[in-house]
């Protein structure tokens, strides 16, 4: 018998949620998430790809169309 599926969480981002390298943090506040009882903080690279995955929960940060992330050289 097959599980049932989980149900993707996807969270739009504006450029200015991401950290200085590029990045968000899950679990996260922005997500809705509170910190105090979830899974261990994990490190998500979203300037690269415009996208990320968490490993843990499968939550799915991603840029909103027509966002920049700071200058590139």
């Known amino acids: 018998m097959n599980a049932p599926a989980r149900k993707e969480t996807v969270i739009e981002l504006r450029a200015s949620d991401l950290n200085g390298n590029g990045g968000i943090f899950c679990p996260s506040p922005v ?16 300037a690269h790809t415009g996208e990320a995955r968490c490993a843990y929960c499968g939550t799915i940060y991603k840029l909103r169309e027509g966002e920049q992330v700071g200058g590139g050289h």
Do not use: Q, Y
């Open 31 to 46: 997500a809705g998430m509170k910190l105090w009882n979830n899974h261990p903080r994990v490190f998500l690279d979203i």
